[in-house]
């Protein structure tokens, strides 16, 4: 997954650097949606992470150093996702500015 998602950003950078002119708006829509399905992907592993957390919580014999090393990777993939969407946003915008033109 840390591949694709590098690979996806590259391509919305790369979009959102090209002249809207130039731009054509069916990789603009492709690269949307696999940016829709990677947050949908970065959601389902945060839930996955939040209630595995709960788990820990509720159990006084859980180990902690796991505990910790959970909340450094559901921060991680908070981080992500909250990017992932302001880029998508973005695109989106330019998606926009594309049909209306």
């Known amino acids: 997954m840390p591949g694709q998602h590098t690979v996806l950003m590259k391509d919305i950078y790369s979009l959102l650097a090209e002249d809207p002119g130039v731009t054509p708006l069916a990789h603009v829509e492709d690269v949307l949606t696999a940016g829709y399905a990677q947050a949908l992907a970065l959601e389902a592993q945060q839930l996955r992470l939040e209630r595995h957390l709960r788990r820990l919580a509720c159990d006084p ?41």
């Open 61 to 101: 014999r859980a180990d902690r150093v796991e505990a910790v090393e959970l909340t450094e990777r559901l921060g991680a993939v908070e981080s992500e996702l909250s990017h992932l969407r302001t880029m998508l946003l973005t695109l989106r915008d330019r998606a926009r500015e594309l049909r209306a033109a």
